[in-house]
């Protein structure tokens, strides 16, 4: 079966350090994988998806990049937090139909 | 324009009573998967249903059910019997299949509804 496992749990960083949170997945192969992001009570917003190694789709601008550098392994970076990057982030597989598996969320506090 | 709206941003229910959370939804896609997910205050996402754009009947799991009125573009989840663990945040969500190649966008998410149930 499909699982995601999504590191560390929680964080907190200083305005202006380095961020790198990783995403791994087991039990498929060239998933679609994304990284959304979850502010303090609103609604998830996609960051960035990739449909392969080396292929990164961005949906909004931001202070942060994403990397696919194997095919089950996805990464969200910044090389300069800012107190806006705050949140709840989840990592996400969606394949066909109904299969959607989500990470256990990295809860991140710029400080 | 909003793609899923749940205009309910937060209820409270008493415990072992019905509740309907509502959602509607913005697409011209013809093909588009709609979703419900539970969010505890651990952060996770728990899947609770799927109804697909071409399903005939509404979709139900155990005491979750979806109901789906596409004319109208709305997909309220529905739990019987309310339960103290229901308490948590509550998205709809949809994706659309054809005119996104396939899905590649992912799912695209209400703003949710924070349920609390009451004993």
């Known amino acids: 079966s499909q699982t995601i496992h999504q590191w560390p749990a929680t964080l907190v960083q200083p305005v202006g350090s380095p961020l790198s949170l990783e995403c791994t997945v087991e039990g498929t192969s060239n998933p679609n994988l994304y990284w959304y992001r979850q502010a303090a009570g609103r609604g998830l917003q996609l960051l960035f998806y990739?449909?392969?190694?080396?292929?990164i789709s961005s949906e909004v601008p931001q202070n942060l990049s994403a990397s696919r550098p194997q095919d089950r392994q996805f990464i969200l970076s910044s090389k300069k937090l800012l107190l806006s990057d705050s949140g709840f982030y989840l990592c996400?597989?969606?394949?066909?139909?109904?299969?959607?598996?989500f990470g256990q969320g990295t809860r991140l506090t710029v400080v | 324009a909003q793609k899923i709206t749940q205009t309910q941003p937060g209820m409270f229910v008493q415990e072992k009573e019905a509740v309907t959370l509502d959602c509607t939804y913005d697409t011209s896609d013809p093909s588009y998967g709609l979703f419900w997910y539970k969010q505890p205050s651990s952060g996770e996402m728990i899947f609770l249903i799927y109804q697909g754009s071409y399903d005939q009947q509404n979709a139900t799991e155990g005491r979750y059910s979806l109901n789906f009125q596409k004319a109208r573009k709305s997909a309220n989840l529905v739990i019987s019997a309310s339960q103290l663990g229901d308490s948590a945040m509550y998205f709809c969500a949809m994706r659309e299949l054809m005119y996104s190649g396939g899905g590649a966008d992912g799912l695209t998410f209400g703003k949710g509804t924070h349920l609390i149930i009451q004993p």
């Open positions: 996400a597989w969606i394949g066909g139909g109904t299969e959607a598996f």
């Open positions: 990739s449909v392969g190694i080396g292929q």
